[in-house]
């Protein structure tokens, strides 16, 4: 008997490739990177006493390549001349990105135009160890439905006569081309965060427009967004399925986001109490609501998630959608108290979600895990589990 051949690895399609940081499998082929990310999970999984037929087959991506509608790049002067692109793997080098396999093909041609009119307009970069010079990065993204795009320029210092000149350049050349406003956001911290806390709007406007399922949103920049609609579609989905009936369920969201899974919950009948830290975010969630005449069915609350769980009302479940670390410890001690029958963890996560799962053991039984490819040609995993209180709780 003849073994079958293994799937032919094709050469990566991305010059870039095993230098940049950006993305790992693509010397793979697609199918086999599914297939090891689904044995790692249950090797995970398995190793930490969860059933096998508890963990559903993972779900591969629509479009493993193109995907990513979030572009978030640093800047930096090498030899006199602007570079822009992710870091080299385990550094703080920057390889000079001219393709990229991952993202969305608008937003390689927008940082390669917003390089060229750095150059040309002579901006001055930023300079990490000195703490000099002016641009710091570029953040950029694709609206969902309506591919309308919408820049930022991270700046150390406001006013810049050149990043002025720059930007008006960028948004009158693209306006055709999608560009529906570039804003400004001022970073003088020499900390890691990408992002700082004032962002003005230089030209056009300062929300991206986006549509899904009926609904027109609004959606700053500096607000979380999945970087991935399509499969986002996917985990939403899931949840929602979970959830249902829907219709006149109070459910409590914790690290909600500007809402866009409560805001499709809450478009399906029912009634939402979610819960942010990021001030812009809800901000962007009630006028969103406001927009859809879903006021009534979604209210906010600008905290953080322990807090925001004290004031939750009684309800019929709990969704949590943290950040990579999992749940912080005081939600984790809110939740034992078992606040509604039934949870919903969305994770990025795997490893922060089994350490969740197993401290929630006293009160919560696993039913399922679900993980869903959201991040193709990366190592990472999206997952949707669902835990329900244990008889007697
Ligand atoms: C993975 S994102 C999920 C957002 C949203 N559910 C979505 O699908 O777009 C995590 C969110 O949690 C927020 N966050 C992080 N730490 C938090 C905390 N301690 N309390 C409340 N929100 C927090 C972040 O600002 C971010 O919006």
Redesign the pocket.
């Known amino acids: 008997m003849s073994t079958p051949s293994p799937t032919p690895t094709p050469a990566p399609a991305c010059r870039h490739f095993g230098t940049c940081g950006g993305c790992q499998t693509l010397d793979q082929a697609y199918e086999a990177e599914v297939r090891d990310k689904e044995q790692s999970l249950r090797a995970l999984f398995e190793g930490g006493g969860i059933a096998s037929s508890t963990v559903r087959p993972l779900l591969s991506a629509q479009a493993p390549e193109g995907y990513r509608t979030t572009l978030k790049v640093p800047f930096a002067g090498y030899r006199g001349e602007p570079q822009a692109g992710f870091y080299r793997a385990g550094t703080h080098e920057i390889v000079n990105l001219e393709e990229c396999a991952i993202q969305h093909p608008a937003l390689v041609e927008l940082l390669q135009i917003a390089r060229e009119l750095a150059a040309e307009c002579r901006v001055s970069m930023y300079h990490e160890a000195r703490q000099s010079g002016v641009l710091r990065a570029l953040a950029a993204r694709v609206g969902q439905g309506t591919g309308a795009l919408l820049v930022g320029l991270v700046v150390r210092r406001a006013d810049d006569r050149r990043v002025a000149q720059m930007a008006q350049k960028l948004y009158y050349g693209m306006r055709r081309r999608g560009l529906v406003g570039v804003v400004e956001n001022h970073h003088d911290q020499a900390s890691n965060a990408f992002f700082g806390k004032v962002t003005r709007v230089l030209h056009g406007e300062g929300r991206l427009p986006e549509t899904f399922d009926g609904l027109q949103v609004q959606t700053s920049l500096t607000?979380?967004?999945?970087s991935n609609h399509t499969d986002?579609e996917t985990v939403y989905r899931v949840a929602r399925e979970l959830l249902e009936p829907v219709a006149n369920k109070t459910i409590t969201?914790?690290?909600?986001?500007?809402?866009?899974?409560g805001l499709r919950l809450a478009a399906a009948g029912a009634k939402l109490f979610c819960?942010?830290?990021?001030k812009i975010?809800v901000r962007d969630g009630q006028r969103n609501a406001k927009d859809n005449g879903l006021s009534d069915r979604i209210s906010f609350c600008a905290?953080?998630?322990?807090h925001?769980l004290l004031q939750a009302p009684p309800s019929d479940a709990v969704i949590v959608?943290?950040?990579r670390k999992g749940l912080?410890e005081m939600v984790r001690i809110g939740l034992q108290r078992g606040p509604a029958p039934h949870l919903v963890y969305?994770s990025?996560n795997p490893v922060t979600l089994l350490r969740d799962i197993e401290a929630l053991a006293d009160r919560y039984q696993l039913e399922s895990i679900q993980p869903v490819d959201l991040f193709p040609r990366t190592p990472h995993v999206e997952c949707v589990a669902s835990l329900r209180w244990r008889n007697g709780s």
Do not use: H, T
């Not at 969201?253 to 899974?261: C, K, R």
């Not at 905290?303 to 322990?306: L, R, T």
């Open positions: 607000s979380f967004s999945q986002a969201e914790l690290y909600s986001g500007w809402a866009p899974l819960v942010e830290q990021s975010a905290m953080d998630a322990a925001g959608d943290p950040p912080d969305i990025c």
